[in-house]
């Protein structure tokens, strides 16, 4: 019984290790590490959102805003 117990702590664990959060990554930040944590998210090259997101702001003028809300809205992942 106490190793069936083990076993779903193990399983519990692993599940909320595999699972991906939206955060903001101050270790590869340039500004706020809004960019980097999208890519991070998305599994790309931050250089690749951070042209994207320089176009919306250029082209459209509604990037500016939503970086900003974006770094109100997402949380910072931890330091370490």
Known sequence: A????YKRQIRHTEV???KKELRRDPNN???A???????????????????????????F???FLFYIICWIIIPEESKW
């Open 2 to 5: 106490a190793s069936d117990v």
């Open 16 to 18: 909320n290790h595999m």
């Open 29 to 31: 930040k340039i500004i």
């Open 33 to 59: 590490g809004v960019c980097s944590g999208i890519a991070k998210y998305l599994d790309t090259d931050p250089v690749i959102i951070r042209l994207i997101w320089a176009a919306a702001i250029f082209l």
């Open 61 to 63: 003028g509604t990037g």
